[in-house]
């Protein structure tokens, strides 16, 4: 198994993953993570993935 593969099934275990945008904890606000733990332009307040789109992302 890759370097990449232990990462990511690292990430999937101990992350967790919603498929619906939520505010950053401490800010109540920005930055609203997605997925994986995803941030960045597009991902706000409404935005919904797909399993496929959270685990491409990944």
Known sequence: M??????AALVRK???CKLTAYP???TGGDP???GYGAT???IR???TWTQQQAD???
């Open 45 to 47: 307040k409404g935005v």
């Open 40 to 42: 960045g332009p597009g």
């Open 14 to 16: 101990w992350e967790g």
């Open 56 to 58: 491409k992302r990944l």
């Open 2 to 7: 890759s370097a990449i593969a232990v990462a």
């Open 24 to 26: 950053d904890p401490a």
């Open 32 to 34: 609203w993570t997605i």
